[in-house]
């Protein structure tokens, strides 16, 4: 299947998410060409043959394409760079001011509305004037629910949707749409298109063990995934599909451990990876990178890293062109020896796009990595300009950039 994503810009022109940062337990057209005429004749019928212009475009650029220009090296890296805010915590004022982070997660969990409606405001004032944030928060329903209390209402586990089928995805996937756009957070991080692995269960930690996943049938989970991406979007809320290519045949969880979580059975053919094909064919605007290790795809590599599993698989194979975002490179263990500089730059290397950290501390020397990276070469740079451009593109999507 491939679908060129709506969001995609020319390159040139142009947890956090694995699972809940709590204690799970602490808290609750095609068109068919009319046939000729009876009598007409193909002279008559068909179109003159035109030669294609060569005057360049007059189309005027988008505001993305505008912003591309116009934003200096720093700016351009800093779009590449999600950054986690602790509940009850303010924003560093150096990450939009001087980082200037392309957008925020909320993460832990927030069981106050007016808080949250704070929190974005602060995102969107310190931001640069007519580049507004991403926000995104992890939403799925269950367990894993930062939104609590009056910010927002109860859905159940993705476990529990999943037997009910995707009717029932459908009316708590607008539930989470309504409450996230009620408080301006443009960015779902979920849903989990995960296929368990029916000999695993429970035992597969970061999406059994928490009733993360729609089911073990990969034809089901992705009605169930296309559902709620649908669902979504109809409440004006993106999608990110996770954790690509999948975390369901893994029995550790690859925020807390970096063992346990080499996936031997994944390949390019496999049927698990039909849910994220189904989601993008929905309209996903993200799509998430597993942390784990799939050997038939790139030995010894995380999955964000690697370009077999990024580049060749996801964009060439499935036809994605949209935002590819890490999952936590700040805090999660399974990252945790490589260097703050290489989780920066190592996705893009590989072909995705942002960055995700948990930790806000590490934001200025993320920035500073991917900055210094583009400097390096005009392939850097244009690497860089390719992703900055989608993460534009969706913005204008989503109505976040202005003259």
Avoid at 13 to 27: G, I, K
Avoid at 69 to 83: D, M, N
């Amino acid at each position: 299947m491939r679908r060129r994503h709506l969001l995609a810009l020319a390159p040139t022109a142009a947890l956090a998410a694995c699972t809940n940062r709590t204690d799970p337990t602490s808290a609750d057209p095609e068109a068919t060409a009319p046939s000729d005429p009876e009598g007409t004749r193909p002279e008559e019928s068909a179109a003159p043959t035109q030669e294609p212009s060569t005057e360049p475009s007059t189309q005027p650029p988008t505001r993305a394409e505008a912003l591309l220009e116009e934003l200096g090296p720093r700016e351009l890296a800093g779009q590449l760079v999600l950054v986690g805010i602790h509940a009850g915590q303010q924003i560093p004022s150096e990450v939009l001011s001087d980082h200037h982070a392309g957008g925020i997660l909320l993460l832990q969990v927030w069981e106050v509305g007016d808080a949250v409606d704070e929190i974005v405001a602060e995102a969107r004032d310190g931001s640069r004037g007519g580049l507004g944030p991403l926000v995104a928060v992890d939403q799925e329903g269950g367990q894993v629910r930062m939104l609590r209390g009056d910010a927002a209402r109860r859905t159940p586990s993705a476990e529990e949707l999943g037997e009910q089928g995707p009717g029932a995805v459908t009316e708590a996937y607008t539930s989470i749409g309504e409450d996230l756009s009620g408080h301006g957070i443009g960015v779902a991080l979920a849903p989990v298109a995960d296929v368990v692995d029916p000999d695993l269960g429970d035992a597969n930690e970061p999406v059994g063990g928490l009733d993360r996943g729609f089911g073990t049938d990969p034809e089901h989970v992705a009605r169930c995934v296309a559902a709620a991406t649908e669902a979504l979007a109809d409440r004006g809320v993106t999608a990110t599909l996770k954790h690509f290519p999948g975390l369901g045949r893994v029995e550790q969880n690859t925020d807390f451990s970096a063992e346990g979580i080499v996936d031997d059975v994944t390949g390019a053919d496999d049927p698990f990876l039909d849910s994220f094909a189904a989601g993008i064919e929905a309209g996903a605007g993200l799509v998430m990178m597993s942390s784990a290790i799939y050997p038939r795809l790139e030995p010894d590599v995380p999955a964000m890293f690697s370009r077999a599993a990024v580049q060749d698989l996801l964009r060439d194979q499935l036809g994605f062109d949209g935002v590819v975002i890490t999952d936590d490179i700040g805090a999660a263990e399974a990252v945790a020896d490589v260097p703050v500089p290489q989780r920066a730059t190592r996705p893009l290397e590989a072909g995705g796009d942002v960055v995700l950290t948990a930790d806000a501390s590490l934001t200025g020397e993320l920035v500073d990595a991917i900055e210094q990276w583009a400097a390096e070469s005009k392939e850097h740079r244009e690497r860089l300009r390719e992703s900055v451009g989608r993460v534009l593109a969706l913005k204008e999507s989503m109505g976040l950039l202005e003259e």
